[in-house]
Nanobody, 121 residues
Framework: QVQLVESGGGLVQAGGSLRLSCAAS????????MAWYRQTPGKQRELVAH???????SYADSVKGRFTISRDDAKNVVYLQMNGLKSEDTAVYYC???????????????WGQGTQVTVSS
């Protein structure tokens, strides 16, 4: 079983910065695309950013230019650097990864439990 654990959330003032981390553990053969999503009560979970196994990135328009996603495949960690935070960035942020087990035979879509980011204005 593959697990994802997020960390780095917290309370910050508008304009501040946070760096989220997500570490994958378990019986992992390889990891494909990794992504960050966020969700607030009464709202659909939305894609914030994702990064492919080859390093290609994509961002939601609302965070483009402010957030940066990166990965360290040696450590099976994905990061989300968040700068210039706004009140509308307040949400629970979830890590997502496509993980492969058993020499790539088994594909799993894995989610972390989430980390709270609160931006005060």
């Amino acid at each position: 079983q593959v697990q994802l654990v997020e960390s780095g959330g917290g309370l910050v003032q508008a304009g501040g910065s946070l760096r989220l981390s997500c570490a994958a553990s378990g019986s992992i053969f390889s990891i494909g695309t990794m992504a960050w999503y966020r969700q607030t009560p009464g709202k659909q979970r939305e894609l914030v950013a994702h990064i492919t196994s080859t390093g290609s990135t994509s961002y939601a328009d609302s965070v483009k230019g402010r957030f940066t996603i990166s990965r360290d495949d040696a450590k099976n960690v994905v990061y989300l650097q968040m700068n210039g935070l706004k009140s509308e960035d307040t949400a629970v942020y979830y890590c997502n990864a496509v993980a492969y087990r058993d020499f790539g035979r088994i594909r799993e879509d894995v989610w972390g439990q989430g980390t709270q980011v609160t931006v005060s204005s």
